[in-house]
């Protein structure tokens, strides 16, 4: 279980700075993404399984929120120990990057995320970005404590939850391979409760069992497009080609035709050999 509890939270946190070194965005949720999001959350509670979670960000929410991993990170960040004491949890489309990278990495990850939350901090515990990672910069912390292992992504998202009964803080960061995170503060709002929660009820990877990272790892070996995915968590819930096209607002054809590519990709004939090759007891 993620922080061993299950307390209420504060989720009213917002964006940043007003400044040139982050950037944000105060408009309220564009009306076409209304209908996404609340799919989003409807299916966040049929979530039980690390592969599941996976899924569901790099297909439904990967397309309001754009993203190519989620690194969640909580434990006591006032300690400065050098031993780390954080847990971690990563779930990212990059085969060189996961769970076990960052346990490998211990020291470097560590510094980061310290530097992270106390930047989160040092803002009021308000969510904020980092953009253009790759371009040096002598003043910045953060972009100076950037572990090599993520030398690939170019932007970052930072998300904090503070629970006050476990006494720790759990941060959420988004990274991305493009330039620029741009993110709208109502989405923001709207969609972390709800992955938070996911996160808190499903067993989270540990160090010496690698067994989840080479399930997520052979999903990926698929090369399965976003859309794809989406649509065969759908499958995976019992939904119909007609039902599956209401929901996302796409004919029954097109339902048809992403379920033939994935079958080609996994190399099966049927529905119910597609989702028993994608899941796991």
């Known amino acids: 279980m993620l922080m061993k509890t299950k307390t209420s939270i504060d989720h009213s946190l917002q964006h940043i700075k007003n400044d040139n070194k982050y950037e944000k965005n105060l408009n309220s949720i564009e009306p076409q993404l209304s209908e996404k999001i609340l799919l989003i959350i ?7 399984k690390h592969i ?6 790099q297909s439904s929410v990967a397309e309001v929120l754009p993203h190519d991993m989620l690194l969640a990170c909580w434990g006591n960040f006032d300690n400065n120990s050098k031993k780390s004491n954080f847990n971690y949890d990563v779930a990212s489309n990059l085969a060189n990057i996961n769970t076990q990278t960052l346990f490998d990495y211990p020291e470097k990850t ?14 009021h515990c308000r969510w904020l970005t980092v953009n253009n990672l790759d371009i040096a910069d002598g003043n910045d912390e953060i972009k100076s404590k950037l572990p090599e292992i993520f030398n690939e992504f170019k932007s970052l998202l930072v998300y904090g939850l503070s629970d006050l009964r476990a006494s720790n803080n759990c941060l959420y960061v988004f990274f991305s391979t493009d330039s620029t995170f741009k993110v709208q503060d109502s989405l923001m709002g709207l ?4 992955i938070d929660n996911v ?3 499903i067993q989270h990877i540990e160090p010496a069992d690698i067994s989840e990272i080479e399930r997520v790892s052979a ?12 649509i065969i968590d759908w499958v995976k819930q019992g939904k119909t080609d007609g039902e599956i096209a209401i929901i ?6 097109t339902v048809k035709s992403h379920l033939k590519h994935v079958f080609e990709k996994l190399n099966v004939t049927r529905r119910a050999q597609a989702v028993a090759k994608l899941s796991y007891s």
């Not at 599941?52 to 960000?57: E, P, R, S, V």
């Not at 996302?248 to 054809?253: D, K, T």
Request: net charge positive; glycine share 0%.
């Open 199 to 201: 996160l808190r009820k």
């Open 191 to 194: 969609l972390m409760p709800h």
């Open 110 to 123: 560590d510094a980061f995320m310290r530097q992270l939350h106390l930047t989160w901090s040092e803002n």
């Open 248 to 253: 996302l607002s796409i004919s029954q054809n």
């Open 219 to 230: 999903i990926k070996s698929y090369k399965l497009s976003v859309r794809e995915l989406e």
């Open 52 to 57: 599941d979670f996976y899924n569901w960000l």
């Open 42 to 48: 409807a299916s966040s509670y049929a979530i039980n």
